[in-house]
């Protein structure tokens, strides 16, 4: 059994695994763990990191986060890391015959945030890029772990992580100032407004979960219903004042046992739902600029 970091740092995510049968629970762990250290890498949480290994200190004392990332890449490449989250992750991936490029978007995603003392993107395309690299790669997986094989059901998956990671940068524009990341301008407005393109991606996931296997579906619509809150809750706030005050925003466990009441009413209407065809053609186009998504799918 995998050490278990969705405990710990990912609550909404672990409210919404429980609801996995236990074996698709323990390989969707394995691809949280994974992903989970590569980011905690780049954003230098060397605690978080470091939490694999016995005596981590000689191999990585002299290295840079963005050396470590580099090393690990290494390692996902040639297959020489001993340590279990990488060879963990190895063999759930040639088990389940994905794609190492998805690995490889994850890799880029994670580097650009370590390439240069200040980032600062610029463009909605940039954004979109990143907001796959990063999030649309970890949904991909997740769903290719969980025997996802329709298209749109795939395509889908990468909308509701690109959806994740948008609320995610709405909710850590502060936490991203400190470390000089700006993702969004660290104003009010441009928050609703990522907030409100998060909800494009958002709705575009959902009639989708009908193409996945049905014991998986209620799992991610409690998922998908979680972390959307999160957004709603921030557009509460109505002000950059109100924000600053509120510190880390979340969903207590209150809110989510009525999020997961709600998604038994979302789960009856996608069983009455007819699949849509993709609503973000156009923003997935942006992003094929850069990555080949049909290679990946």
């Known amino acids: 059994m995998s050490e278990n970091l969705l405990t710990k740092y990912a609550k909404s995510f672990n409210w919404a695994g429980f609801f996995l049968p236990s074996n698709e629970y323990e390989k969707s762990l394995i691809v949280y763990n994974y992903c989970r250290t590569l980011d905690d890498i780049a954003d230098h949480n060397e605690d978080l990191y470091f939490n694999f290994y016995n005596n981590p200190s000689k191999e990585y004392k002299d290295l840079t986060p963005k050396g470590i990332l580099r090393t690990y890449k290494t390692y996902w490449r040639t297959k020489t890391d001993n340590e279990p989250i990488t060879k963990n992750m190895w ?21 650009s945030d370590l390439s240069a003392k200040k980032i600062k993107i610029k463009t909605k395309k940039d954004l979109l890029i990143y907001c796959y690299r990063v999030a649309g790669t970890v949904g991909l997986m997740m769903a290719k772990v969980l025997q996802v094989k329709n298209k749109r059901a795939l395509i889908g998956a990468i909308d509701l992580g690109i959806a994740m990671q948008l609320t995610n940068i709405a909710r850590d524009v502060l936490e991203d100032k400190k470390m000089n990341r700006q993702y969004i301008k660290p104003d009010f407005e441009n928050i609703e407004a990522t907030l409100k393109l998060a909800d494009l991606f958002y709705e575009s996931s959902f009639s989708s979960i009908n193409k996945i296997p049905f014991k998986y579906r209620f799992a991610i619509i409690v998922a998908r ?11 509460q706030k109505k002000s950059m004042e109100n924000y600053k005050k509120s510190g880390k925003i979340y969903v207590n466990n209150f809110g989510k046992i009525y999020q ?20 973000r053609r156009n923003e997935h186009k942006i992003i094929s600029e850069e990555v080949n998504l049909d290679e990946r799918i």
């Open 91 to 111: 063999k759930l991936f040639e088990k389940e015959k994905i794609s190492r490029k998805i690995v490889e978007d994850l890799f880029d995603g994670l580097e």
């Open 260 to 279: 997961t009441i709600l998604s038994l009413f979302d789960l009856i209407f996608l069983f009455l739902k007819n699949v849509e065809s993709h609503q």
């Open 225 to 235: 219903r979680l972390y959307r809150q999160i957004g709603r809750k921030i557009i």
